[in-house]
């Protein structure tokens, strides 16, 4: 008997991504209002309940009535995974296409993107194991992380800048509780429907970027962050919650817990806001056939528009 293959269903959307600060929420929804699109966040934090000042999470006023999917679906204390939000994302995308919408992904997690777009196995953790794995980690240097690194899994650490701690720890952690290297993880990854993605990266020159976060997290402390980490720690979470242990929310959650003023702390999370956003721009550099936009110059959504107008489904909405 011959073997047949199952059919492969194609989905398209369009990619907003870019770094930290750009205003990919902001032209996802113009976008949205002007092709009958809905949102699907592929944010690594905006998933999470009672995260909002910190994450940028776009209200409902600023939604202008356009549906947002994947955001406020997890609590805190729950662990989100590339391979998870790749599937939850396919859902959507499925759902919006059904009701014969468009689907515009909009993010800066570039790994999320890399896991929809490509396949990326997904990691299954035990969350009391995971939460015993990052309680030892805390007493160690991120030299000393690094150093186990390049004995349990030495091509992921060659990857790795010795100071990356995120990323060092979460390669650790995989090999602990699954006995399976991330690198190995990364080498069985599996594609589900096919993608078709009209990619555009939204940037800006570096200084002022740069000007833009520091502005922004000056805003953000204004705006209540502390109070809302107050609040989160407050329910039960805690700096080891997968939530909180991230950018700007750790150094708040780690200041209140020790009795610190938290605004101390301020211009670090600006000098880690920015480097982190030079990585995302050099992840997103590696994305194929992705149109780059600098959102300063006056012609940036005209060219973004010239670019999906080159889909027929789009010209009356875009001219």
């Known amino acids: 008997m011959p073997e047949h293959k199952a059919h492969k269903r194609s989905y398209f959307c369009i990619a907003i991504m870019g770094a930290t600060a750009t205003g990919k929420s902001a032209f996802a929804i113009e976008l949205a209002g002007r092709i009958c699109g809905e949102v699907v966040s592929m944010d690594s934090r905006q998933v999470y309940r009672g995260m909002d000042i910190g994450t940028a999470k776009v209200g409902l006023a600023e939604q ?53 777009f490509k396949g990326l196995a997904d990691v299954g953790v035990d969350e009391g194991a995971l939460r ?6 805390a007493g160690k240097s991120t030299d000393e992380l690094f150093a186990d690194l390049q004995r349990f899994d030495p091509a992921r650490a060659r990857k790795l800048s010795r100071g990356d ?7 650790l952690e995989v090999r602990i509780l699954t006995g399976r290297t991330i690198s190995e993880h990364f080498s069985n990854q599996t594609v589900g429907q096919e993608i078709d993605a009209i990619k555009l990266v939204l940037g800006m020159p570096r200084v002022d970027l740069r000007g833009r976060i520091a502005r922004r997290t000056r805003e953000m402390f204004g705006a209540g962050w502390i109070e809302e980490v107050r609040s989160l720690l407050a329910a039960g979470y805690n700096s080891l919650s997968p939530g909180l242990n991230s950018l700007g929310y750790k150094q708040i959650s780690l200041a209140l817990e020790s009795g610190r003023n938290p605004c101390d702390d301020m211009d670090a999370i600006i000098t880690l806001t920015r480097q982190y956003a030079k990585r995302q721009e050099t992840f997103f550099r590696r994305e194929e056939d992705a149109l780059w936009l600098d959102v300063t110059g006056e012609g940036f959504k005209r060219e973004a528009y010239a670019r999906l107008s080159s889909r027929t489904r789009f010209k009356n909405n875009l001219t």
């Open 64 to 116: 202008q009535g356009i549906r947002h999917h994947l955001i406020d679906i997890m609590n805190p204390d729950e662990a989100n995974s590339a391979g998870k939000h790749a599937r939850l994302a396919r859902e959507a995308i499925g759902e919006i296409e059904a009701r014969g919408r468009i689907p515009i992904l909009a993010g800066g997690t570039g790994l999320y993107f890399r896991a929809l």
């Open 132 to 137: 015993e794995i990052r309680e030892s980690f």
């Open 165 to 171: 701690r995120m990323r060092i720890t979460r390669a």
